[in-house]
């Protein structure tokens, strides 16, 4: 859960809105529903999801300047929906050209590149095609969530080996590279391609890795772990055993909250904030931190519900706990029993109204 200056409080009226069906069963439908039509479908990555698998793949201390994109429309009330329809404007791929140049500059700075790059060049003044290959297999199956094609392997060291020579740096060769990759489709949009289900002739299914892309990013709006794409490459998650034991894992994981978050944070339109007018001199009380605050009230009372304390979700339609701070509070016109030490409120006082 996330920390702050927030107290948990019983018996105040949780204001919400309307919630969705019950999520979990939307995990079946959306890694297991067979594809009857296109073999390719390109779904674009939200902020939220570019930021979080740059985060997983090399580090929370890796800068994202701005990431911001159209979000699309809405299809059958989500945006994770619509974004199937989503492609990527010139403004949009030039902000994306900018973002890759400096995230690949800080891969490779010194103290990160130890970490990132699995071993040391012959020469840092020139090519070296086995070092620069290790770390682009690696880092190419995370960033395509699946194994880089033998094609693609080449070309790409063939672009750190042109850098390095051109620029006498092996790093250099290296941030080219990967500020190439960056920009790929393959990265910016999950591909989820089908293939013939074989216990069903005429149909089609997920292959392995598109299975493993779309449980991941709905269960914790992120990349697929190295064990999830191990079960990939295995065929395992391809076995409702297989899959099963890779949903009960991402269930137990801390990651889920990002998902329940992000799901219910589309759902319920929050999106909506960004072009909220409220009128200062009649609603004095609401200030964009109390807006921002509203927001994370919902979601870390869903989250605590469903999480925390394991209840059905439909209760959140007559729950009356949830979460305050002292500025909802002021605007609910509701007390807020808080416990206070030296240096500001405590987080997560549990009271009972």
């Not at 194994?147 to 693609?152: A, G, I, M």
């Not at 290296?174 to 190439?180: D, G, I, K, S, Y």
């Amino acid at each position: 859960m996330r920390q702050g200056h927030w107290t948990r409080v019983r018996g105040v009226r949780f204001l919400g809105g309307a919630l969705a069906a019950a999520w979990l069963g939307a995990v079946a439908f959306g890694v297991t529903v067979a594809t009857q039509t296109a073999s390719v479908t390109l779904v674009r990555l939200t902020p939220a999801q570019y930021q979080r698998t740059i985060h997983d793949i090399f580090g929370a201390s890796v800068r994202i300047e701005d990431n911001s994109v159209d979000p699309g429309a809405r299809d059958h009330g989500l945006l994770a929906v619509g974004a199937r329809k989503l492609t990527i404007s010139s403004v949009e791929l030039e902000r994306y050209e900018t973002l890759a140049q400096q995230l690949a500059a800080q891969v490779v700075e010194p103290r990160r590149r130890a970490t990132l790059i699995p071993c040391k060049p012959a020469s840092e003044t020139g090519p070296d095609d086995a070092c620069a290959a290790q770390f682009i297999t690696r880092v190419g199956r995370l960033l395509f969530r699946r194994p880089l094609t033998s094609d693609e392997a080449r070309a790409y060291i063939a672009t750190a080996r042109r850098g390095a020579t051109t620029l006498k740096s092996f790093d250099a060769g290296v941030r080219a590279t990967l500020a190439q990759m960056l920009v790929a489709p393959e990265f910016l949009f999950r591909v989820e391609r089908s293939e013939p289900d074989p216990a069903m002739p005429g149909v089609r299914r997920l292959d392995a890795y598109s299975r493993a892309s779309r449980l991941s990013y709905f269960l914790w709006n992120t990349t697929p772990d190295s064990e999830l794409l191990d079960a990939a490459q295995s065929g395992a998650i391809m076995s409702d055993d297989g899959l099963r034991r890779q949903i009960d894992r991402m269930l137990l994981s801390p990651r889920l909250e990002d998902g329940v978050r992000a799901f219910f944070s589309d759902m319920l339109e929050f999106d909506r904030f960004a072009t909220l007018s409220i009128d200062s001199g009649l609603f004095q009380k609401f200030t964009k931190q109390v807006e921002d605050e509203a927001a994370e009230q919902t979601l870390r009372t869903i989250a605590d519900h469903l999480l925390t304390r394991g209840r059905d979700y439909r209760d959140l339609f007559v729950t009356r706990d949830t979460f305050l701070t002292p500025s909802l509070a002021a605007l609910y016109g509701v007390p807020l029993p808080r416990s206070q030490e030296l240096g500001g409120a405590v987080p997560w006082v549990p009271s009972i109204g």
